[in-house]
């Protein structure tokens, strides 16, 4: 054997190494084509994590209109899943055959003020108010006519139906979102992917162990060899000077230069996180569930955070908003026992403020949920699955303005946009109408 074959011995094994090292699965190579991954640094502006299809309403009874029964299924489930199921007594009664018990002449006030009608001695009223201690019914008064008939022809149509599995619905009823079966997917492939990579990686160390031990051996069986010259001999006991490549100075200004773009890097970083609190997570005074409460028990977002459609700021809950379930619910419940001890020393439950917007900055949360249809998820991320609510979102100027860039505005059926809409496709042919194209981006609008 010569040098010129423990040369084409060399590279074999280096062309070995080089091509299963290249070896990675499709959606390793590429971040992107993992289209259901959702990181901490936001979902996509304008949209909601994990949106699913609305839930199929069953079909009319009694000849009801079947859109009416679909508007009633969702105001249903925004304003009376807190407290009643149609088949089964939760907080409240079980609303099947309402319609058959009472007429709704009878219904409508009811919902409207319960307080007046139990104050007015109606009988029924009254015996009903008494066989649920005294639990005082929260006033609908901001429902229509029109809508609590809806109501109702949607529970007639639910009437004797067995309950079906849980959707986990948050936010308004037409966006309603299940963080289930797409973070499952998401999950799996990902798993996958990483057991595929682990098995990779040990494979390849499986084959240099495998090959530095072949080496060794054929080494040995060429030094027993008597036919090899000089330079044969010369390439079998040559070995690697580490303290050469050491003491070279390309070597050392290589390592000190990564070594200074390392730290410098991170010095950037960490100027540039300066009073950013994405990922916040505190510990709350109470163990408050918003994957139960939100998630599986599908209580809107507005039931406890009042003002969220209609306030500059979404609301912290009061302690008589738990007390609307938790006079009667788990009321044992070494948690719940904290909400009675504030009440009873007439004092708020001192919750830690998560999302915080710095005071330069003007934002109105009605304006985004009301006026822009925005799902709760858009900026507070998958909120039924948190059993801890942290902050999913950056919440930065920047991530603000990249909203307003992507996000089109809906201005059909809206005259105030048609003669703006008419100069933006003149010179924007193309182009969606959005936010900034609205002004959305200038500095007055969130600074004054």
């Not at 010129?4 to 091509?19: G, Q």
């Not at 007429?103 to 649920?132: C, E, M, Q, R």
């Not at 639910?158 to 499952?184: F, I, L, R």
Request: charged share 15%; with cysteine.
């Amino acid at each position: 054997m010569n040098s010129n074959r423990l040369s084409s011995l060399s590279h074999l094994v280096l062309a070995l190494l080089f091509a299963f090292a290249s070896v990675r699965p499709a959606s390793a190579q590429d971040p992107s084509s993992s289209a259901a991954t959702v990181s901490k640094a936001g979902v996509t502006p304008g949209a909601t994590a994990g949106a699913t299809p609305a839930t199929a309403v069953a079909p009319a009874a009694g000849g009801a209109d079947a859109a009416a029964v679909q508007a009633g299924d969702a105001l249903f489930k925004a304003n009376c899943t807190q407290c009643h199921a149609v088949n089964e007594q939760v907080v409240g009664p079980a609303l099947g055959g309402i319609s058959k018990r009472r007429p709704i002449t009878w219904i409508i006030p009811w919902i409207h003020n319960s307080s007046k009608v139990v104050a007015s001695g109606d009988d029924y009223a009254v015996a009903l108010y008494n066989k649920f201690q005294k639990q005082q019914m929260p006033s609908f008064a901001a429902l229509s006519d029109k809508e609590i008939t809806s109501i109702v022809a949607y529970i007639t149509s639910q009437e004797g139906q067995a309950a079906g599995p849980t959707s986990q619905v948050v936010g308004p009823v037409d966006g309603k979102t299940d963080g289930g079966s797409a973070g499952a997917d998401a999950g799996g492939s990902g798993k996958a992917v990483d057991i595929l990579l682990i098995a990779l990686v040990v494979v390849l160390i499986v084959m240099v162990v495998t090959l530095v031990i072949i080496g060794n051996l054929m080494k040995d069986v060429l030094r027993g060899r008597k036919d090899l010259d000089g330079r044969d001999t010369e390439i079998l006991d040559q070995r690697f000077d580490w303290g050469k490549l050491y003491r070279s100075s390309v070597m050392r200004g290589i390592v000190g230069t990564v070594f200074a773009l390392v730290l410098l890097y991170e010095g950037v970083q960490s100027v540039m996180a300066v009073g950013l609190t994405q990922g916040y997570q505190p510990t709350q005074p109470i163990a408050f569930s918003h994957k139960l409460h939100a998630g599986t028990n599908q209580i809107n977002c507005a039931y406890c955070h009042t003002s969220v459609y209609k306030g500059k700021s979404a609301n912290i809950p009061s302690a008589n908003i738990c007390m609307n379930c938790h006079s009667q619910i788990k009321t044992e419940s070494p948690e719940i026992k904290k909400i009675y001890r504030a009440i009873e020393r007439k004092q708020p439950v001192q919750w830690v403020r998560i999302h915080n917007l710095p005071d330069l900055a003007y934002f109105n949360h009605s304006q985004h949920t009301q006026v822009g249809g925005l799902q709760c998820q858009t900026c507070h991320g998958p909120i039924q699955n948190m059993e801890v609510v942290y902050q999913y979102s950056a919440l930065t100027m920047g991530w603000c303005i990249n909203c307003h860039r992507e996000t089109p505005l809906n201005t059909k059926g809206n005259a105030y946009y048609d003669n703006l809409v008419k100069l933006h496709d003149t010179k924007n042919a193309g182009a969606p109408f959005t936010v900034s194209s609205n002004g959305g981006t200038e500095c007055s609008k969130c600074h004054y």
